[in-house]
């Protein structure tokens, strides 16, 4: 039945130019999964939201209700569109039941080379070959997870940013052995979610937006341990002068400290080169665990 479905969504996806996913899975519920889960059924797609235990999905369940809620009274969204997307959306446990039952997976896990190639592995023995597999990673490149995959033409990224509800971009990235169908499908998922779809003609660590902010956190950091200026005061330049929406360390603290920091170990592990790894700066907020405003202290003091 699934096979046969597959099939035709294909077909349709191939005479409209469309992606042909009606089902979707995330893997993990954290604020970037949860999120992205929240995106798709908000654009009318069945979504299975997944991780290991049932306390994160509840944490999820109830970040996602205040957002909504107050989405609904500042007029961002009607109370129709958030019921619909409530009755769209399953969380559960069973993640190899709802991968088997969705035509893109998109793995939201934390960001660590070995987890997520187990992860791959496990899905591509339970998911149609048809299925899309994603990973949200933002700096692991596909060809690290298609290794482990047998039907490594169906492997890609498909970079979400923080807070995904939010934020307009998604970030294509076909290793060499991404089939062309995958690369088309895949896009125009990420178009009918409402995003705007940046493709990457080959994979590069940290893509294109990421490696644009590493260089201005790295000279942000570097002005910082020089003693150059204070934290708050090269935030305030990044605002008032360049007219960012938020300084280098506000957005580090919004996006998580371990984030940062797992991120930086992720690259070094794919180079091998010492200027990857994380700032010493960051790395003794990590191990002090303050891990910005989720814990309610980074680089700032949260209430």
Not at 48 to 74: H, N, T, W
Not at 77 to 106: F, G, K
Not at 218 to 242: K, M, N
């Amino acid at each position: 039945m699934k096979a046969h479905t597959q099939q035709s969504l294909q077909g349709q996806a191939q005479a409209d130019g469309g992606s042909g996913v009606e089902t979707a899975t995330v893997i993990g519920a954290g604020t970037m999964g949860s999120q992205i889960a929240a995106v798709a059924a908000l654009a009318g797609f069945h979504t299975y939201l997944v991780d290991i235990a049932e306390e994160p999905l509840a944490q999820a369940v109830d970040q996602l209700r205040s957002r909504f809620d107050r989405d609904v009274e500042k007029g961002r969204r009607t109370r129709e569109d958030v019921e619909a997307a409530w009755e769209r959306l399953i969380t559960t446990t069973d993640r190899d039941a709802a991968a088997a039952a969705s035509d893109i997976v998109v793995e939201a896990a934390v960001e660590d080379l070995d987890v997520k190639r187990r992860i791959f592995a496990e899905l591509d023995s339970v998911c149609s070959p048809d299925t899309i597999l994603a990973t949200n990673s933002s700096n692991i490149v596909p060809s690290r997870l298609a290794e482990v995959v047998e039907h490594g033409g169906r492997m890609c990224n498909l970079h979400f940013f923080n807070p995904a509800l939010v934020m307009e971009c998604v970030e294509l990235v076909p290793h060499h052995g991404t089939s062309e169908e995958t690369r088309r499908r895949a896009g125009a998922f990420a178009e009918e979610l409402g995003k705007t779809l940046v493709t990457l003609k080959q994979e590069i660590p940290g893509f294109v937006a990421n490696r644009l902010l590493n260089a201005i956190r790295r000279e942000a950091l570097s002005l910082y341990d020089q003693g150059v200026a204070d934290f708050p005061d090269i935030d305030a330049a990044a605002r008032t002068a360049l007219r960012h929406p938020m300084g280098p360390f506000e957005l580090m603290d919004l996006v998580g400290i371990d984030v940062v920091y797992l991120i930086r170990q992720a690259e070094h592990a794919q180079t091998g080169d010492p200027e990857d790894l994380p700032d010493p700066a960051i790395a003794e907020l990590y191990e002090a665990g303050r891990l910005g405003r989720k814990t309610g202290r980074g680089w700032y003091s949260y209430a």
